[in-house]
């Protein structure tokens, strides 16, 4: 009698595991098929990609393919709502005037202004730049060189290493340029008179005293 009255107890415990097990695997299955590449808008999703460069007679320039999310407000229904964007934005190597940091823009000759332009960059960056603990710890230094993206209104994006002594370096030179993007320092580039997105390059060098 007690070995049947438990059979009857085990049946209940079995189906309840039983359906926990196939809803693990039904949930595993559904997350496999999921598309992995369409980025999630609730993640701020940003993505470039260059999609090729084109040397002419007008100009050295490369095209890239942004992924952004932008967040639209309805002054209607009081509602907003995030969605995808992308677009092409095509860069220049070579304008035929670079862009100029600070408050150089306003010089009329030219190597004046990029004299000035030059040494008002090196100042910000020294001036905002720290020594990763980890690099200094490990006697670390040398160069990073950094390429950037500076946009027809002057904004940074599209940050990439070129080369690196890593330890914290690129942590820290991030940093700096996130600090100088929000201060608005860059005036950007102009090719046929219209402001142009210019990618830009920077050595920063890490040097320990002593």
């Known amino acids: 009698i007690i070995m049947i009255s438990s059979k009857n107890k085990s049946n209940p415990r079995i189906i309840k595991w039983g359906s926990y097990l196939c809803l693990f695997f039904a949930l595993v299955f559904l997350h496999s098929c999921s598309k992995e590449e369409e980025p999630s808008i609730e993640d701020n ?10 040397t002419t007679e007008d100009g050295d320039f490369f095209r890239i393919e942004r992924i952004d999310t ?36 306003n010089i009329s000759d030219v190597e004046e202004k990029y004299a000035c332009s030059n040494e008002a960059l090196l100042k910000f ?9 980890e690099a200094k710890d490990n006697g670390v230094q040398g160069m990073n060189v950094v390429q950037f993206v500076i946009t027809e209104n002057g904004k940074l994006q599209n940050i990439e290493f070129v080369k690196s002594i890593e330890h914290g370096t690129n942590d820290a030179i991030i ?26 390059t920077l050595p920063v060098k890490f040097k320990l005293e002593g």
């Open 175 to 200: 940093h700096v340029l996130e600090k100088m993007d929000e201060k608005n320092e860059w005036t950007a580039g102009r090719h046929h008179g219209k402001n142009v997105a210019t990618q830009f």
């Open 45 to 54: 999703y940003r993505e470039y990609k260059v999609l090729e460069e084109v």
């Open 125 to 133: 960056i020294y001036s905002n730049l720290t020594y990763p603990k």
């Open 70 to 105: 932008m967040t639209i407000f309805d002054y209607d229904t009081k509602e907003e709502t995030t969605e995808i964007v992308r677009s092409v934005v095509q860069v220049y190597k070579t304008p035929e005037v670079m862009p100029v940091f600070g408050d150089c823009s």
